[in-house]
C-alpha cells in the first residue's frame, strides 16, 4: 500500500525485454534504501513492484507482461525519470490517500496551461474507468496522489502547484504524453457491493420449503 506523495524521482538505467515480461534497472535519486530488502515493495511511476536485487543507488524489478498491457512501460526508455514511493509502514502519515499500485489504465494529457504559480491538466480517461471518477475525488496520475478539480464525461482537470510539480516528473508533463491511471479504490469496492446487492435480487429462490423439511423429518 502506498499513499501517492512521491518521495524521490528516479531515472531509468536498464531495461531489458525477457519475452513477454520486463526487467528493470533503476537508480533511485535521493530515495533512502537503506531498510529495503528483498521481495519489498516500491511504487515506480504508480506500478507496485517488487525489488528482487538492492543496490546502493537503485534496484531492480520485474514487470509481468499484463502489468506491461495495462501500463506505459511498454514504451518507456533507457533515461526517463519515474516518481518512487516505498511501501507504507504502521507509522508512515497518510498524507494523500490509499493508493494500491495496481495501475488500471492509460490516461491521454489533453491540454497543460499555467494558472498563476500552477499547473493546469486536462486528462482523457479510458472510458471504461471514467465512472470512478468523481469532482473531488482522489486519483493517482504516474503514482502522485492528485485531487480532481472538474469532470466533464471522461475527461478531468486537475490543479498541480508548484511543490508536487517540482518533486514529481509531473513538471514535465505536456499535451500528447500519456500516464499511469489508478481509480480510487473504495470507488470499485463501492461498486462491487452494489453489483452484489443486485445480484442478490436476481437470485432464484431456495427450493427447501418447511413441508419439505418436515417430511424428511428435520421438523415435527
Avoid at 97 to 115: C, E, K, P, T, Y
Avoid at 195 to 204: E, R
Wanted: negative net charge; aromatic residues 4%.
Amino acid at each position: 500500500m502506498f499513499t501517492g506523495i512521491i518521495e524521490s524521482v528516479g531515472t531509468l538505467r536498464k531495461i531489458e525485454r525477457r519475452g513477454d515480461d520486463i526487467r528493470l534497472t533503476v537508480a533511485s535519486g535521493k530515495l533512502d534504501l537503506g531498510d529495503v530488502r528483498l521481495g519489498d515493495s516500491i511504487a515506480t511511476n504508480g506500478v507496485c513492484l517488487t525489488v528482487v536485487e538492492c543496490m546502493s543507488d537503485g534496484y531492480v524489478a520485474d514487470i509481468s507482461a499484463e502489468t506491461v498491457s495495462l501500463t506505459g512501460f511498454a514504451h518507456y526508455q533507457v533515461g526517463r525519470k519515474v516518481n518512487l514511493e516505498k511501501a507504507v509502514t504502521p507509522t508512515t502519515r497518510l498524507g494523500g490517500h490509499m493508493v494500491s499500485g495496481h495501475v488500471d489504465g492509460i490516461a491521454s494529457v489533453d491540454d497543460r496551461q499555467l494558472r498563476g504559480k500552477a499547473i493546469e491538466f486536462w486528462l482523457t480517461a479510458p472510458a471504461e474507468l471514467a465512472r470512478y471518477i468523481a469532482h473531488k475525488g482522489s486519483i493517482t496520475i504516474d503514482g502522485v496522489s492528485l485531487t480532481v478539480n472538474e469532470v466533464q464525461d471522461n475527461r478531468f482537470r486537475l490543479t498541480i502547484v508548484p511543490h508536487t510539480a517540482g518533486e514529481t516528473t509531473l513538471v514535465d508533463m505536456k499535451a500528447g504524453d500519456t500516464v499511469n491511471l489508478e481509480v480510487d479504490l473504495i470507488a470499485r469496492h463501492l461498486e462491487r457491493l452494489m453489483s452484489y446487492a443486485g445480484d442478490k435480487a436476481q437470485t432464484p429462490e431456495s427450493n427447501v420449503t418447511m413441508d419439505l423439511l418436515a417430511r424428511s423429518g428435520f421438523l415435527r
